[in-house]
């Protein structure tokens, strides 16, 4: 069966430091990848995506960036953390089905 | 471009009685149409979907949802609600290709009351 996992669970990093939270898939090959963001309070919003190895597509111009570097492997990541990227950070995956399965979460708080 | 719009950012029922989430969309083409929860901290679960065939689809825990296409519909109900049932539900909508993205609703955050 397939499984997605997300690391850390939770981060506390002050304002200016480097991002860095890792998304991998298991039990599938050649997935659709995704990135969204819950601000306190509010819905997803969808950040990146990628249908394949070095295939990323930004929905939302920030201070974040994704990279995948393998196929099941998604990374998102930032130079200089803003407070405002604090928020719930969600990786979801799909593959023939248009439904989407959904990581556990990294909380990211910035201080 | 398509949307979702979830009636009442927050809803609540008794315990035992009938759960009603609202959800209108708007899609150029044929939806392919979603429920998800989420528990606090947790990611999100899929409920139920609707891809193509029945209108009345049925889910987890009881819940089940009706594809009404003239009112550009998709509500979620549950005859009887139950403490754990409370929760935030999304309701997200896909128009397919080959990058399968969702569009989410802003959430129903759904409480129980003893």
């Known amino acids: 069966s397939q499984t997605i996992h997300q690391w850390p669970a939770t981060l506390v990093q002050p304002v200016g430091s480097p991002l860095s939270l890792e998304c991998t898939v298991e039990?599938?090959?050649?997935?659709?990848l995704y990135w969204y963001r819950q601000a306190a309070g509010r819905g997803l919003q969808l950040l990146f995506y990628?249908?394949?190895?070095?295939?990323i597509s930004s929905e939302v111009p920030q201070n974040l960036s994704a990279s995948r570097p393998q196929d099941r492997q998604f990374i998102l990541s930032s130079k200089k953390l803003l407070l405002s990227d604090s928020g719930f950070y969600l990786c979801?995956?799909?593959?023939?089905?248009?439904?989407?399965?959904f990581g556990p979460g990294t909380r990211l708080t910035v201080t | 471009a398509q949307s979702v719009t979830q009636l009442g950012s927050h809803v609540s029922v008794s315990e035992g009685a009938l759960v009603l989430l609202r959800c209108n969309y708007s899609?150029?083409?044929?939806?392919?149409l979603f429920w998800y929860v989420q528990y606090p901290n947790q990611g999100l679960q899929l409920l139920l979907k609707?891809?193509?065939?029945?209108?009345l689809v049925k889910g987890i825990n009881g819940f089940e949802a009706e594809f009404k296409k003239s009112e550009t519909s998709f509500h979620l109900t549950k005859p009887s609600a139950h403490m754990s049932d409370a929760a935030e539900y999304f309701c997200?909508?896909?128009?397919?290709?080959?990058?399968?993205?969702?569009?989410f609703g802003s959430g129903t955050q759904l409480t129980v009351l003893p």
């Open positions: 979801a995956w799909n593959r023939a089905a248009y439904e989407q399965y």
């Open positions: 039990g599938t090959s050649n997935p659709n």
């Open positions: 990628s249908v394949g190895i070095g295939q």
């Open positions: 899609s150029s083409v044929p939806p392919y």
């Open positions: 609707y891809t193509t065939g029945a209108t």
């Open positions: 997200a909508v896909s128009q397919g290709g080959s990058a399968r993205q969702l569009t």
